[in-house]
């Protein structure tokens, strides 16, 4: 099977990954963080190397501000539900996934916040003047999909942070798909708080995910109990990573995100412009082939995720039969409804086949010529 569904997770991982997650298994199985022996230390320690690695590469103000989750779902939902009060306001672009608009969503049916979506130009692109158009005085957060899982469109973060920083809006970025692959840093975009998954662009394990949080960003925990520290307390500790890392960590988990992302980050530059290449290449061969629709501006900068549309055929029925070909691809709205409203695509779904570091031309070539032959059959 030619794996093209990167985007949902990367796979294969680094043979280091799986190595370093068995390691931890097999040799440091303790918990860290919850005793003096040294197999709870020896843990800690790679927790910690992870820490400080993620910190340095995101541009942290401290190793402490990292904050280990299950996935970019979580970091979210902790950003989003730690940071909303009673009658905020929360501004959003229309290419955000579920793990955004869901808690948004829940929120605003209980009356508590009002979510206002930015309206992007004919490009699908966000501009200041559509920020600053949604800011009023209860704004209190801001959220943009870095770029978009559907139509890989990445966002000009880096120009829309400075009127948000202006008006004092705290600004939440959504890096699930391209953390490890762009430059991406608290500095960097102008951001306050990134949410990523460990388990895409940084080559880690399924169950990893990461909040970096900024100077100053304080959310409440929505998890709390045994940290390992101030145990005399009902209170949760304060301190962080301790605030929002209760429970035992996922040891194997981080070991893997540990040995992915020093992998992903030290070639970060070679990665971007190889998938981009795939995917460049894959866009080219698809805008040959007549009746097929390919999703995303032309003119915009994008990671390599591709959709699109055959107009012969259902895209559920096209990825099935792509399976059977031996490619693995997803086809329907991939979590982010609104995106596909926008781009009059909510009733079909699109097919999605989305790059990674193993993958090759062959494997583009491939799928092309697969798509073909599908499609001549209709
Ligand atoms: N945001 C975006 C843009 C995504 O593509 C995804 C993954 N599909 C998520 C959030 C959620 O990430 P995770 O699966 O790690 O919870």
Request: include cysteine; glycine fraction near 12%; charged fraction near 15%.
């Amino acid at each position: 099977m030619i794996y093209l569904d990167n985007a949902a997770t990367s796979f294969p991982k680094p043979s280091m990954v799986a190595k370093a997650m068995a390691g931890t298994l097999n040799k440091i199985g303790g918990n860290p963080g919850r005793a003096g022996h040294s197999l709870s230390l020896c843990g800690g320690r790679v927790i910690q190397r992870c820490r400080e690695l993620l910190a340095q590469a995101f541009g942290a103000p401290a190793p402490e501000q990292v904050i280990f989750t299950s996935g970019c779902t979580e970091a979210l939902n902790l950003a989003i539900r730690g940071m909303l009060c009673q009658g905020d306001e929360v501004i959003v672009s229309h290419a955000e996934h579920n793990a955004v608009m869901r808690p948004l969503h829940l929120l605003e049916r209980n009356g508590q916040i009002r979510v206002r979506v930015l309206e992007p130009n004919s490009l699908g692109v966000i501009t200041r003047e559509s920020v600053c158009a949604a800011i009023t005085p209860r704004t209190a957060l801001c959220i943009l999909c870095h770029a978009s899982n559907v139509t890989g469109v990445v966002q000009p973060v880096k120009e829309l942070s400075p009127v948000l920083r202006a008006s004092g809006i705290p600004l939440l970025v959504d890096a699930a798909q391209t953390a490890g692959v762009l430059p991406v840093s608290l500095q960097e975009l102008g951001a306050d708080m990134i949410a990523m998954p460990g388990h895409k662009g940084l080559l880690g394990p399924h169950g990893t995910g990461v909040l970096v949080l900024g100077r100053g960003m304080l959310p409440r925990p929505i998890v709390t109990g045994g940290t390992g520290s101030q145990s005399e307390s009902l209170d949760q500790p304060v301190q962080l990573p301790d605030r929002y890392e209760s429970g035992t960590p996922n040891l194997p988990g981080i070991a893997g995100l540990l040995t992915g992302a020093r992998f992903a980050l030290a070639h970060r530059d070679e990665i971007q412009a190889y998938e981009d290449g795939l995917a460049q290449r894959l866009r080219a061969g698809l805008n040959r082939m007549r009746g097929v629709r390919v999703l995303g501006h032309p003119g915009t900068p994008k990671v390599g995720v591709v959709s699109f549309i055959p107009a012969a055929m259902d895209p559920g029925e096209l990825a099935d039969a792509l399976a059977d070909a031996g490619y693995a691809l997803r086809a329907g709205l991939h979590c982010a409804p609104a995106v596909h409203r926008w781009l009059g695509t909510l009733h079909t779904g699109a097919c999605r086949a989305s790059m990674g570091i193993y993958n090759t031309e062959d494997d583009v070539d491939g799928l092309l010529d697969a798509m073909e032959k599908i499609l001549s059959r209709r």
